[in-house]
């Protein structure tokens, strides 16, 4: 699909925290409009403080889940659901094992599939087949990447399998016992696969990722910069804290 450059809509807040709130307020919005939602969710550090504040609202507001499907971004090839590092296990511990959603309602790419490009494009044909991603979550890399979307990654990019950048790896040590633990191939939704998403909502926090954020705002739309290609999307959010948030126009 032909996308001309949008300028997407930046809200800047004080601190992290509230831009989490901000941002779980705005699907909780989502949801309570269109119960059965399709959302796009993502892993790291970055979503933490919106799926505790979604858990909340689910316990304490009545915030419904039961008609909710989720397509998570990206899983680690090599680990499996139990692993204490999969994509899979840390969306059951942070979200899926503490609010209603069905089972199977929630899908997260298979790091163990035996044919990796074979179930990459069943993953394509699920998110279609659920009506495409109505509110896409993201988060972004201090290289600009977006998933596992490595600079260099096509735009026209689907859900495949990609080697991950040292740059990454050595990002994500720290959730491993040591850097040789880390795995290095990934299955990734592709850029195209997230810009289809009728909504977007990057968040972003700290100062390590506020030049990232002026490219993917202010620079050109190349793939040096993965996130800079969100600015061909018709509704992207970047939510940021004020160190992000730091390097861009005041």
Request: aromatic fraction near 6%; include cysteine.
């Amino acid at each position: 699909m032909n996308r001309s450059r949008v300028s997407p809509t930046v809200v800047v807040c004080d601190q992290a925290d509230q831009a989490a709130l901000l941002v779980a307020e705005r699907i909780a919005e989502s949801i309570r409009a269109k119960p059965e939602i399709v959302l796009g969710l993502a892993t790291g550090g970055t979503p933490l403080g919106i799926y505790r504040e979604l858990v909340r609202m689910h316990r304490e507001e009545s915030l419904d889940f039961s008609n909710v499907t989720t397509f998570n971004l990206d899983e680690y090839v090599g680990l499996g659901p139990k692993h204490p590092q999969s994509y899979r296990f840390f969306m059951q511990q942070q979200l899926f094992d503490h609010i209603n959603i069905k089972p199977s309602n929630t899908h997260v790419p298979n790091g163990l599939a035996s044919d990796i490009e074979a179930h990459a494009r069943e993953y394509e044909a699920s998110i279609r087949a659920a009506g495409g991603i109505d509110l896409q979550l993201l988060g972004i890399g201090e290289n600009g990447h977006i998933a596992f979307n490595e600079p260099g990654s096509p735009a026209d990019s689907r859900t495949r399998r990609v080697d991950l950048t040292e740059a990454t790896i050595e990002a994500n040590s720290r959730f491993f016992s040591s850097m040789d633990d880390v795995p290095r191939h990934a299955i990734t939704m592709g850029i195209a696969t997230i810009l289809d998403a009728k909504r977007i909502i990057l968040m972003a926090s700290g100062k390590r990722k506020a030049n990232a954020i002026r490219e993917a705002i202010e620079g050109p739309i190349n793939e040096s910069c993965p996130a800079s290609q969100l600015q061909r999307s018709g509704d992207v959010t970047f939510v940021l804290d004020a160190a992000a948030a730091a390097q861009l126009p005041t």
